[in-house]
C-alpha cells in the first residue's frame, strides 16, 4: 500500500545553516504531496503542499519540489533559524477513494541551537 | 473563521471513567477525524468521518466511539478509559471540493492523561 519514510531525527542544528529533510514515497496513481509542522504544544498546520510532479510548494522560507522519478518531496530552507525548531511530518494523500485520508510519516524533530 | 476547536485542552481521568472530547468546525467541510498522537510518535488514526450520519473506524478505533449528527461537531466518546490512551488527540478537517490537495486542517489538540 501506499506509504511515505522520512529521515529519522532528532535533527540538530546551529541558527544560520541549511536545511534538508528527506521524504520519500510510494503510491499507486498521482498523490498530493504535504509538509505539516507542529510546533511544541500545538497542533499541526499546513507547511507546503505540491498537487502534481515538478510542482514546487513553498512558504516561510521553506521548499520542496515534487519529484515522480525519485519519489520524493524533500523539505530544504537556506537559513534556519530558532523559531524553526518544530516537528515536521511529511504526508501524501491516499489513492482515489481513501475518504481524503492522508498517509503520514513518523515526524522529523528539529531543533535549532543559536 | 475559528476553524477547528477542541475542548478541553488539558484532561485528566482515573481508570474506568469516560468522558468526550469535543470537536468543532466552521469551514462547512464534510471530512472530519480523529488521531491520537503519542510521545515521540506520529499521528494514528482512530475514527473519520465523510459527512453528517456517517462514520467509519481507523487504525486503532478500540476504545472509542463517534458520532456525527451535525457537519460542524465530531465529539470523540472514550468509554472505560485506560493507561494505554494517554496521548494527545488532535481533529482535523477537510472539504469534498475539488482543487484543495486534500489539505487537512488540524485543532489545537486535547492532551489526556488517564491514572
Redesign the interface.
Known amino acids: 500500500g501506499d506509504s511515505v519514510t522520512q529521515m529519522e531525527g532528532p535533527v540538530t542544528l546551529s541558527e544560520e545553516a541549511f536545511l534538508t529533510i528527506n521524504c520519500t514515497y510510494t503510491a499507486t496513481g498521482y498523490p498530493s504531496l504535504f509538509w505539516y509542522v507542529q510546533y511544541p504544544g500545538e497542533g499541526l498546520q499546513l507547511l507546503l503542499k505540491a498537487t502534481k510532479a515538478d510542482d514546487k510548494g513553498s512558504n516561510k522560507g521553506f521548499e520542496a519540489t515534487y519529484r515522480k522519478e525519485t519519489t520524493s518531496f524533500h523539505l530544504e530552507k537556506g537559513s534556519v533559524q530558532v523559531s524553526d525548531s518544530a516537528v515536521y511530518f511529511c504526508a501524501l494523500s491516499g489513492p482515489r477513494g481513501n475518504n481524503r485520508k492522508l498517509i503520514w510519516g513518523l515526524g522529523t524533530s528539529l531543533a535549532v541551537n543559536p | 473563521n475559528a476553524g477547528?476547536t477542541q475542548t478541553p485542552k488539558f484532561r485528566i481521568l482515573k481508570i474506568g471513567q469516560s468522558m468526550t472530547l469535543q470537536c468543532t468546525q466552521d469551514m462547512n467541510h464534510n471530512?472530519m477525524?480523529w488521531y491520537r498522537q503519542d510521545p515521540g510518535?506520529?499521528?494514528k488514526?482512530i475514527y473519520?468521518s465523510?459527512g453528517a450520519g456517517i462514520t467509519?473506524k481507523?487504525e486503532v478505533p478500540n476504545g472509542y466511539n463517534v458520532s456525527r449528527s451535525t457537519t460542524e461537531d465530531f465529539p470523540l466518546r472514550l468509554e472505560l478509559a485506560a493507561p494505554s490512551q494517554t496521548s494527545v488527540y488532535?481533529c482535523?478537517s477537510?472539504t469534498?471540493g475539488r482543487g484543495s490537495?486534500?489539505?487537512?486542517?488540524?485543532?489545537?489538540?486535547t492532551r489526556l492523561l488517564v491514572l
Open positions: 477547528v471530512y477525524y510518535m506520529g499521528l488514526l473519520y465523510v467509519d481507523g488532535f482535523a477537510t469534498s490537495g486534500e489539505t487537512q486542517y488540524f485543532g489545537p489538540g
